[in-house]
């Protein structure tokens, strides 16, 4: 699969009226395509961001490039790579809710050079640029998702690592067996320290069998439980 790691764009709040609506940006070219969509206030320059310079909020209205119209007053939050989500580097712009708006301000920066990022694509960037590991990949969702404070409280620590963690004895077992089997088949006329596979597999089953106790009971959590109410009324 070849995977294009251009500048990607997309709205990251829910569709719907609300005080704000906020399009991320992120890639090579973000800062190309914010002079070109971002006015410095309400009658300013181009907004110029400096790499050097990170984690910087500016005030200032988007132009759509292709008819030199105001679009909407926004709030833009710059991030420089690597100190951002994706690792790139990354803008978030803070434009007025409703679907309307944030479709315009999302069109003009589309027209400026960025493509529309598929669903998941910034947290698989995080992933694939070293961010963050796969299990707190998977508990972007989660957070997302949560249904209860409990669940919330639980797919955060996931995101923090603690997922991770709990896997980590298992990975290391993995990796002693399958090191000394390499080891033991590439040199068989070598020394080589006896290994007891079967201990090191049996440790990575007891971690993963706790893993997956946690996780019942975890999705317990997150998705809440459905109760049937019967009686006599």
């Given at each position: ?133 796969l299990t707190e990949a998977e508990a972007v969702l989660n957070v997302v ?75 317990l959590l997150s998705e809440g439980a459905t109760v049937a109410l019967v009686g006599r009324p």
């Amino acid at each position: 699969m070849t995977i294009d790691f251009g500048t990607i764009a997309a709205v990251a709040t829910a569709p719907g009226e609300a005080g704000i609506a906020v399009i991320r940006i992120s890639g090579p070219e973000v800062r190309e395509i914010v002079a070109l969509v971002v006015r410095l206030g309400r009658s300013g320059p181009p907004l110029m961001l400096d790499p050097g310079n990170s984690h910087q909020l500016f005030y200032g209205r988007v132009i759509d490039p292709t008819t030199e119209h105001v679009v909407d007053e926004v709030m833009v939050a710059w991030m420089a790579a690597p100190r951002s989500f994706t690792t790139e580097d990354t803008v978030e712009i803070s434009c007025h809710g409703g679907v309307v708006a944030s479709q315009q301000v999302l069109r003009a920066v589309l027209a400026a050079g960025a493509r529309p990022a598929n669903p998941g694509e910034f947290t698989m960037r995080a992933f694939l640029n070293g961010r963050i590991a796969l299990t707190e990949a998977e508990a972007v969702l989660n957070v997302v998702s949560a249904q209860t404070s409990e669940g919330l409280g639980r797919a955060l620590d996931d995101l923090r690592g603690d997922l991770t963690q709990r896997l980590e004895p298992a990975r290391a077992a993995v990796l002693a067996a399958l090191a000394y089997l390499d080891a033991s088949a590439d040199f068989p006329d070598d020394e080589i320290p006896v290994s007891d596979v079967h201990a090191d597999l049996s440790h990575a089953v007891d971690a993963l069998e706790g893993v997956l106790a946690g996780a019942k009971s975890g999705r317990l959590l997150s998705e809440g439980a459905t109760v049937a109410l019967v009686g006599r009324p």
